[in-house]
Every structure is written in structure tokens, then in C-alpha cells.
């Protein structure tokens, strides 16, 4: 971005920002917020037609995947959406890129939107960060600890935003009420969470397949370890289906890096730990190598990871709060006999009752994850998700992966951010190591 663009976005008197679409007028071409894709899967491909490219003020200019179909439907999409939010003649053609280098190199792109696979997470937001674009960066944000610390401190090193995609903390009111309520002693003291989600990643021993033309696959292993094609890591084309990438450690981190990110993410919100690490992992009694590793922090609050379904549970001196997606439970009580139950169709009556009052502490409230991303790129505020809270995030659900992985509880210095001395190996932060010529930049 050139200096002067940056500059009147900075400071330009007038903002229309928003979520929904105004007419073109509204929204004068260098006022918008100008951005780049890269990784069209679903996640990508939604954040375009649904999330970000319907609002005036922003444009899309570019689009970045290595499989050639959903690079053309992509670049097809966003032109028609294009014509459709700004009108024909204020519409520039969308750039598609085999290789998101060329998209980073364009001086009127202000941020980049990143859904590749994991693997690819830290190597292009740090080439991102150093070509001068802010982030909206899919969650986890990274594929390792290690990764982690190194994002976190380039990030704040910067005067770039950065936005993790952890949309519960916005969409789903029932998250924020569940929280707000934690946070203002409505359960009584809340020392310990649970969170369910399935299980760390394993090695992958997929056989090869054969691959139709139209997929550079060397560049999809990227960083990672050189293996044959095979479909459920990159199912060819537009299709609405979650890739089994995630499954397997060299590019993913199983179920605890995929729906950790968003549960683990939740209790640190009500459990209000987002500025912090924890001090301890510790695997259950069994030593079970896939549930019930527990979360320790420097003040005794404890956060376990369960099997069973999908939410979050936190549990008060004085009640009992469960809450997921079209979920919401709240027990008043410990007594059966004289217990409140509110459920998931009342979210609405449990904020009226208990969050009402002006002397109720309020978390960060945002309702459009994607527009708050926009509104701070274009007014340098805060956002709901930024790198510190995305990224200690992930480094608890890494912890959790690494104390599964090699069967043993791990300790954490909050001091030197690194493992505590005699606890674990350092080497299992990171990557074995990163494929030549896919290296993180310096």
C-alpha cells in the first residue's frame, strides 16, 4: 500500500463501515479497504462471497490457491460480486496467483485474508507482516508452538492488525452471555472449565493416488515433508467438504488444534486468561494419549479436555454453565431440588436477568467478526481476536498435543515463554524441519 493510501484510511474524517451492502456511492474507491485471498478451500472461498466482499467498503483485488479450479471459480465469483457491490466501471479485474508472493507484492492490497492449511499458516502471515499488510488469519494460527511466539512477536513488533478467525467470540451471542456470566459471578467462583473436542492428529500413511491435471501439489506440501498425492488432503476442486488434512501432524493438529482453538478459546475468555500461558499440562491418571490432558494456570484455574461432544462447560462454586453452538445450559444451583435451569431458547432471559445492570463487567462485544476486522484496518483500533489471544490460544492446545504426543505431563516458564528447564524437549515446539526453499522468512 502506498503511503498515501494508508494515510487517508488512517484518517479520512468520514467512515461508512459495516456489514451489509450500500450502494456504491456510499463508499468512494479510496476509502475501501482493498484485499487479497489466499487458500480458496471452503473457509476461503466463504470468506469471500459471504464474510467480507458483499460490503462497499471493501474490495477484493486478488485471489491465491494452488488448485487451479477453485482459483478460477474464486476469481470468477469475486469479479461478478465486484460489479454487483461497486458497479462495472469502479471494478478492476481480480488478479488469480498460483503463488501468493505475486499477491503480497501489490502495493494496493492493505490486507490479506490467509485460509490455507495449517502447515502454511506462519510462513505466508510472516511474509504478510513484512510486505506490510495486516492479517486475517484462519485459527489455529500456527502449526507449532514454536510458530506461535514467532508470529506473536513480528505481529507486535509491527503497526499491523492482526485478526484470528475465531468467530464464537462475535456470531453466537450465546458465547459472549456465557462468558459475561462467568466473569460476573453468577455461577459463584469459576477455578475450572471443561472443553470437548476429539482427539490430537496421527502420522499419515495414505497411499498414492493418481492426480488429475490442474494441482500443484509441491507447493500444497509447501514447508512440509515430501509425500504422494492422495484425495483427503486435497480433494480436487469446488466442493463443500472439510479436507482430512487436519487429521494427520504433518499439516495439521487433529481435533485438539481444529475445535480446541474455538472451546479452549472460550473458557480462557470467561475464565478471563486471555493475557496468559499456562503453567502446566498434566495427561489424566491413565496417561491417556488422545483425552483428559488438564491445563494448569499461575492462579490454580484448570481447563480439561473431555471427548464428549462439542462445548464448553464451566464449573462455579454456585452453578454450572454449558455452552456450545445452539447450546446453552445454566444451573444456578448445586441443589437439584432448588435449582434455575435456563436454556439455549432463553440466552435473551439469562442477559436480561443477570447482565442488566449498569455495575455488570462487559467483555469486548462485536457481532460482525469479519466488519471488525475492517474497522480497525481502517481506523487502526483494536480487534475482538488479536494475535496475543489467538495466539496463546494455540499454544495451550499445542501444549496439549505435545503432552499426548510423547506421553508426558510438561511445565511451562511464563518468564522465558519456553518449556520450564527439565521439562520436555525444546525441539518439540517446532517443525523436524521445514522443506528447503519453504523456510520461515528471517
Not at 461497486?86 to 496467483?97: I, Q, Y
Not at 447482565?355 to 467478526?369: E, F, I, N, W
Not at 525444546?426 to 528447503?436: D, E, F, M, N, T
Request: aromatic residues 8%.
Amino acid at each position: 500500500m502506498t503511503t498515501t493510501r494508508r494515510r487517508f484510511l488512517t484518517t479520512g474524517a468520514a467512515f461508512a463501515v459495516g456489514p451489509n451492502i450500500l450502494r456504491a456511492a456510499e463508499t468512494p474507491a479510496s476509502e475501501r479497504v482493498t484485499l487479497g485471498f489466499i487458500g480458496l478451500g471452503r473457509m476461503g472461498r466463504s470468506h469471500i462471497v459471504n464474510n467480507f466482499c458483499k460490503r462497499s467498503n471493501v474490495h477484493g483485488l486478488a485471489v491465491c490457491d494452488v488448485d487451479t479450479t477453485r482459483r478460477d471459480w474464486s476469481k470468477r465469483e469475486l469479479d461478478k460480486l465486484n460489479v454487483k457491490v461497486h458497479g462495472a466501471k469502479s471494478s478492476p479485474g481480480v488478479t488469480a496467483h498460483n503463488d501468493y508472493r505475486e499477491l503480497l507484492e501489490r502495493d494496493d492490497i492493505d490486507a490479506v485474508v490467509i485460509s490455507t492449511p495449517d502447515h502454511w499458516h506462519a510462513k505466508v502471515a510472516l511474509e504478510a507482516l513484512q510486505a506490510g499488510k495486516d492479517l486475517y488469519l484462519e485459527k489455529p494460527l500456527t502449526h507449532t508452538l514454536e510458530e506461535s511466539l514467532i508470529l506473536m512477536k513480528a505481529v507486535e513488533s509491527s503497526d499491523r492488525i492482526l485478526q484470528t478467525g475465531s468467530m464464537q467470540r462475535s456470531y453466537m451471542p450465546e458465547f459472549r452471555v456465557a462468558c459475561e456470566l462467568v466473569v460476573n459471578g453468577v455461577i459463584g467462583e469459576v477455578m475450572h472449565a471443561d472443553t470437548n473436542m476429539s482427539g490430537p492428529p496421527t502420522v499419515c500413511k495414505l497411499p498414492e493416488e493418481e492426480m488429475e491435471p490442474g494441482l500443484d501439489w509441491d507447493r500444497w506440501i509447501g514447508p512440509a515433508g515430501v509425500r504422494p498425492y492422495h484425495s483427503d488432503l486435497c480433494p480436487r476442486g469446488v466442493k463443500d467438504v472439510s479436507p482430512a488434512w487436519r487429521r494427520y501432524w504433518d499439516f495439521g493438529g487433529g481435533g485438539v488444534m481444529d475445535f480446541g482453538p474455538h472451546n479452549v478459546d472460550i473458557a480462557r475468555w470467561g475464565m478471563e486468561l486471555d493475557d496468559t500461558m499456562p503453567v502446566e499440562v498434566r495427561l489424566d491418571a491413565n496417561k491417556s494419549r488422545d483425552r483428559g490432558a488438564t491445563l494448569r494456570f499461575a492462579n490454580g484455574k484448570t481447563i480439561t479436555h473431555r471427548r464428549e461432544g462439542a462445548a464448553t462447560t464451566f464449573h462455579g462454586t454456585e452453578g454450572m454453565i454449558r455452552v456450545g453452538r445452539r447450546l446453552f445450559e445454566l444451573w444456578r444451583s448445586k441443589d437439584k431440588k432448588d435449582r434455575e435451569y435456563i436454556s439455549s431458547s432463553q440466552v435473551p432471559k439469562a442477559h436480561d436477568k443477570y447482565l442488566a445492570g449498569s455495575d455488570v463487567k462487559q467483555l469486548y462485544r462485536c457481532t460482525d467478526h469479519h466488519g471488525d476486522f475492517i474497522d480497525a484496518v481502517r481506523e487502526r483500533g483494536k480487534v475482538i481476536c488479536p494475535v496475543g489471544v489467538g495466539a496463546r490460544t494455540a499454544m495451550s492446545c499445542h501444549l496439549m498435543n505435545i503432552a499426548y504426543r510423547y506421553g508426558t505431563d510438561l511445565k511451562w516458564d511464563l518468564e522465558a515463554n519456553a518449556l520450564a528447564e527439565g521439562s520436555g524437549d525444546p525441539a518439540w515446539l517446532g517443525r523436524v524441519s521445514y522443506r528447503k526453499g519453504y523456510e520461515l522468512p528471517s
